[in-house]
């Protein structure tokens, strides 16, 4: 199977970061939930967010438009961003999207937090 | 299985949705289970899933975007060394084939535009016809269907 029908997105939050986890494969059908999900934390005045994508096997492109979208608001509000968790397919995408030089991207999760909270 | 020009049709599957993102589910979903099925390999599977989801999302936004247009019809072809999509709507002319690749993502004007280039990264074969007025769009992997599943120790999500 390609991976799970539905999405699931969930936070925990450690050592002062808020980390997202999303389960699920990222498409058109639910790319605009995950867009309002991410950007409702900014509203929640969030200071360091990590999207955690161990659980996604692939994303579309909409997927990538609404991390991009998430990203750059972040930035105006001065919230740091970073992405963690890619498997191997998800990584060729964000290069065959010439995305992956836009992102903030760690292994693990673990080296996600260590870097939020050092302040890098 | 039936014999057809291009090799053994292990399966061929229609079917037709509206002109409407939901109902991408219900192709996403059915691919899902004729793949699993046919042991048709996660990764090609998934690359599949990607291109798809592109061809006829772009299809339900751009080629009749006040959604006039009724169906769109999504064929699903399982040979032994292929899995083909053929996607038809009956939208504005467009050949997704001819967009032409993005620029470098720095000097983009918007956060799109991503989609048809993807596609020719995910398959093997991308065409397009225009036929007695409807887009048909094909998409083919290569991969070997019916063999014993993957076992890469790779992260994959089932």
């Known amino acids: 199977m390609a991976g799970n029908s539905t999405l699931s997105m969930n936070e925990i939050r450690d050592s002062g970061v808020c980390i997202v986890a999303l389960t699920g494969r990222v498409d058109s059908t639910n790319a605009d939930d995950v867009r309002q999900r991410l950007t409702s934390l900014l509203a929640a005045e969030e200071k360091s967010i990590v999207v955690d994508l161990a659980g996604v096997p692939y994303l579309t492109s909409l997927g990538f438009r609404a991390l991009l979208i998430f990203a750059r608001e972040a930035e105006r509000k001065a919230t740091s961003v970073a992405l963690c968790g890619m498997n191997g397919h998800v990584r060729d995408l964000f290069e065959m999207a010439g995305l992956l030089a836009m992102f903030t991207v760690h292994a693990s999760r673990q080296d996600a937090i260590a870097k939020a909270t050092a302040g890098e | ?158």
Request: net charge negative.
């Open chain 2, 1 to 158: 299985m039936r014999r057809t020009e291009s090799g053994w049709m292990i399966r061929a599957v229609d079917i037709r949705i509206r002109n409407e993102i939901a109902e991408l589910a219900t192709v996403r979903d059915l691919l899902d289970k004729i793949g699993d099925e046919l042991h048709v390999p996660a990764e090609a599977l998934i690359r599949l899933q990607g291109a798809l989801d592109e061809i006829v999302s772009n299809a339900i936004r751009y080629s009749s975007p006040d959604h006039s247009s009724g169906e769109i019809l999504v064929r699903i072809m399982v040979r032994p060394g292929s899995v083909a999509l053929e996607i038809v709507d009956d939208g504005i002319a467009f050949d997704p084939t001819g967009v032409p690749a993005p620029p470098p993502a720095a000097r983009r004007p918007g956060p799109g535009g991503i989609g048809i280039h993807l596609v020719r990264h995910l398959v093997d074969s991308f065409d397009y016809q225009r036929i007695d007025g409807r887009n048909h769009t094909v998409l083919i992997t290569n991969c070997a269907v019916g063999a014993a599943p993957e076992s890469t120790g790779r992260n994959e999500q089932e």
